[in-house]
């Protein structure tokens, strides 16, 4: 970690930061600066123009950040969500895989093995594939489906909110 700089001859003003130093750093500064953690607008202003910061670059940034905000509670509801279905769907493989286990046993009919290799072969599988994609994620590929799931949600609620307009104009 970068010490100030005492020396009489070296200004402190010369001394450069890299941006995410700098970064946090500041952040550390603005903790401790707030006794309850939380700061007010006003305050974040205040700030902003003590360090230089035009009150348009603070809103652009505000803007930006509830974006990114918005986009990280997503991310937690898709992973939530996809971690849920494989979970769910794992369940009903070993359910079934079971049941058909333990009916074959019972009847010793290992004649049709066959049957249980073409139908839980490739069902396990894809359970197998979905855990990987799930707990081992390709980044591109994480990105284009979380991106599907988000349009496909953001469809689903325009067209909710649509009908819902419509059938308070019709009521």
Aim: proline content about 3%; hydrophobic content about 45%; cysteine-free.
């Amino acid at each position: 970690m970068a010490e100030l700089m005492t020396e009489p001859d070296i200004s402190n003003s010369e001394f450069l930061y890299p941006a995410e130093d700098a970064q946090q750093i500041l952040s550390i500064a603005i903790a401790r600066y707030t006794e309850s953690g939380e700061l007010s607008r006003a305050q974040l202003l205040d700030i902003a123009a003590e360090l230089g910061i035009a009150p348009e670059t603070l809103l652009a940034a505000e803007q930006e950040w509830d974006l990114k905000k918005d986009e990280i509670a997503d991310k937690r509801i898709f992973d939530r969500q996809r971690k849920s279905r494989f979970h769910h769907d794992l369940g009903k493989f070993l359910i079934f895989g079971s049941f058909a286990l333990i009916f074959q046993l019972v009847t010793g009919g290992w004649l049709w093995n066959w049957i249980l290799y073409l139908t839980f072969g490739p069902w396990a599988l894809e359970l197998i594939w979905t855990g990987w994609r799930i707990y081992r994620p390709n980044e591109y590929s994480y990105n284009q489906e979380f991106q599907r799931w988000r349009r496909k949600k953001q469809l689903k609620q325009a067209v909710g909110g649509a009908a819902r307009r419509l059938w308070r104009s019709l009521n």
